[in-house]
């Protein structure tokens, strides 16, 4: 038997806010409360947390370590954050709760007891006091029994889960969702809805028309999600004060860096080659306008001295099975294509401006900038206003 270490989020908390001094303002978590209740999010509502708690996120991955000796090790971490919380370097705002070897983990149970333990720490944070008893009944610490019933925090913060966050293999391992992407017409691919890969035109997940019953399928409460897709024993996450399945957040990296971008770089970069944007376009010289567009796209690097490891732009790279366009390329790498895209997008639509103008142009323009903006605001940055066609369109 192992021995895992797991820091206490109780004293991890008191430590930040009474020793280190975090300081989130009142206004930024009451307007953060406000803002999630004014437009109806299922988990804010369903929650009775004052609009004085403030908000605290769960984040769980696995990585695999490479080194010269060990060779490849692959580890499985869980962090504590507070997404109001934001310091210069994204790195002060996560701290390290569980770490070990994925070798040491049996099956679910190990990760089940580590999320029990800090369930139960967490939900004694819900009303911002040490707790009077110890973790499943037992005894306090003479120090614990001494502090029994005082405020966590000498400025009485309450706190609250509002984000359990990992890419959707984590999801998947930790809640063992009954849902699965290759599950067909057997189980519905969400863990939110009973949306289909195959099967009848109004079950399937990607018909998006506007009255499709699809979009009426959301589990309604958690009673339903728990009993149609988590396991006999759930995950102890869903024992989280005021738990909801819409706390789950999907990793913004996987949907929009390595999802949204695999098809609206592909789609553009294909649109502009196809109109001889870059040179005349014939199917046999694609390669031979790859090599062109590539030195365009180092040169836009170059100018705007942005650093990218994006290698030569092939034509499987470009193009998938059924010739269909996605670039594939890293998280980094495809949010600098999607700069550089944007850019040339603009540039031709202006150009066309002095002309016959398509609406398929433009139509592709607006989404690339959409696509754009999405992966600043998801990288935190707070944009005034972005100029588009010599138009300038204002942003939160």
């Not at 569980?98 to 580590?114: G, I, N, S």
């Not at 009485?156 to 063992?176: L, P, S, Y």
């Not at 001295?305 to 059924?322: A, D, Y």
């Not at 592709?364 to 992966?375: E, G, K, P, S």
């Amino acid at each position: 038997m192992v021995n895992l270490e797991v820091v206490d989020p109780i004293s991890l908390i008191s430590y930040l806010w009474n020793d280190i001094g975090i300081s989130i303002p009142e206004k930024d978590v009451q307007q953060y409360w406000r803002h999630h209740r004014q437009f109806g999010a299922k988990w804010a509502l369903h929650s009775q947390a004052t609009e004085e708690t403030v908000p605290l996120g769960l984040y769980g991955d696995s990585v695999k370590v490479r080194s010269t000796y060990q060779g490849v090790e692959k580890m499985v971490g869980i962090f504590l954050s507070c997404p109001l919380f934001r310091p210069r370097s994204c790195r002060c705002s996560r701290w390290l709760l569980f770490a070990c070897q994925e070798e040491l983990l049996y099956k679910h149970h190990t990760l089940d007891c580590v999320y029990m333990y800090l369930v139960w720490n967490l939900n004694q944070l819900f009303n911002g006091k040490y707790p009077r008893h110890g973790f499943n009944g037992a005894p306090l610490s003479v120090q614990g029994a001494a502090r029994a019933g005082d405020w966590v925090c000498n400025s009485h913060r309450c706190f609250q889960v509002t984000e359990i966050r990992g890419d959707w293999a984590w999801h998947k391992m930790i809640f063992r969702f009954n849902s699965s992407w290759k599950a067909g017409s057997n189980m519905p691919v969400c863990f939110k809805c009973r949306a289909y890969g195959t099967g009848p035109t109004q079950s399937l997940y990607y018909n998006i028309e506007e009255n499709s019953p699809c979009w009426q399928t959301e589990y309604a409460n958690v009673a339903d999600f728990i009993a149609e897709q988590c396991p006999p024993s759930p995950c102890p996450l869903v024992f989280l004060k005021y738990f909801h399945q819409d706390l789950i957040k999907w990793c913004s990296m996987h949907t929009l860096n390595l999802g949204l971008c695999y098809s609206t770089n592909g789609g553009a970069l294909m649109m502009l080659i196809e109109k001889s944007y870059f040179a005349s376009y014939q199917n046999e010289n694609l390669q031979d306008i790859l090599d062109i567009v590539y030195a365009r796209f180092r040169g836009f690097c170059k100018s705007m001295r942005i650093t990218c490891s994006q290698p030569p732009f092939t034509v499987k790279f470009v193009l998938k099975s059924l010739d269909e366009p996605m670039m594939t390329a890293k998280a980094y790498c495809g949010r600098v294509i999607t700069e550089w895209l944007s850019h040339e997008l603009v540039l031709a639509t202006r150009g066309l401006l002095r002309g016959d103008l398509e609406t398929r142009w433009v139509c592709v323009t607006v989404i690339l900038a959409d696509t754009r903006l999405t992966l600043e605001f998801a990288n935190a940055r707070l944009i005034k206003q972005v100029e588009f066609c010599g138009l300038t369109m204002f942003t939160a």
